[in-house]
């Protein structure tokens, strides 16, 4: 028996095991609810340096983790609380709400960007540790392409509403690869990697503020739908 199968016959041998292996809706809502938990900690780790250190950088990245969790929290509460029932209605609620905290988010991020580039705020790494970070930030960028390939056809706002808040976090994450690897190999000069990095940034918060605008829109837009189909039957 191969690693794999042993794996896999371990976690269907209990109940929640089998629900993520063959429910891809609740596998989904399971990362969304362990990426939560992790952004809370982030957030938490980051507000307790602000305070301490009365650091305007550390409050900032700590906004920056409590936006994520929000978006993640609404979610995953709306999929707790409809477990039994399902609710479109609460669904376009929570999709309407992440575009909206999607906005608040690419504001926060330009913030960051900000502040980072005045005071010439980032992390340098060794090279080992950077092709690893590299590494699974080019797997967060390559599940999200699937993800979006394979559930393109799926109408659930809420898992729509998932994807949009991963998509928003890798192109953060991709940012901050950029700025670090900039810091870490120093292969531009100051002036060339600081103009990189702006437009980089530029471009990755007009692409959540748009991405952000576009999913309330769809929210919006659907739930009106749904409502005057309701009414028609």
């Given amino acids: ?30 990362i969304a609810a362990f990426h ?6 982030y957030a938490f780790y980051h507000g307790v340096l602000g305070v301490v250190h009365l650091s305007l950088w550390f409050l900032t990245m700590c906004a920056y983790y409590t936006l994520l969790s929000t978006m993640r929290f609404s979610a995953v509460l709306c999929a707790y609380k409809g477990r039994s029932t399902s609710s479109i209605d609460t669904e376009y609620f929570v999709m309407k709400l992440s575009g909206i905290l999607l906005v608040l988010f690419s504001v926060v991020l330009s913030g960051i960007i900000y502040l980072s580039l005045s005071q010439n705020i980032v992390r340098k ?6 092709i690893t970070i590299a590494a699974y930030i080019f797997l967060k ?29 890798v192109a953060a994450s ?5 700025r670090s690897m900039l810091a870490s190999f120093g292969t531009m000069n100051g002036t060339d990697a600081h ?3 702006l437009l980089t940034g530029a471009a990755v918060c007009l692409f959540i503020f748009v991405l952000g605008i576009a999913t309330t829109a769809r929210g919006i837009r659907r739930k009106e739908q749904t409502v005057w189909q ?4």
């Fill in 195 to 197: 103009r990189m990095n």
């Fill in 174 to 178: 991709v940012l901050t690869l950029q």
């Fill in 230 to 233: 309701n009414q028609n039957l």
């Fill in 1 to 30: 028996m191969s690693l794999k199968q042993t794996i896999l016959g371990r976690m269907e041998a209990h109940p929640i095991g089998t629900r993520f292996i063959r429910e891809r809706r609740y596998r989904i809502i399971f």
């Fill in 36 to 41: 939560l938990f992790l952004n809370l900690l």
């Fill in 125 to 130: 790494y060794d090279k080992i540790t950077m």
């Fill in 141 to 169: 960028v390559t599940m999200a392409a699937i993800h979006a390939v394979n559930d393109r056809k799926n109408p659930a706002p809420l898992l729509a509403a998932i994807r949009t808040i991963g998509y928003a976090e």
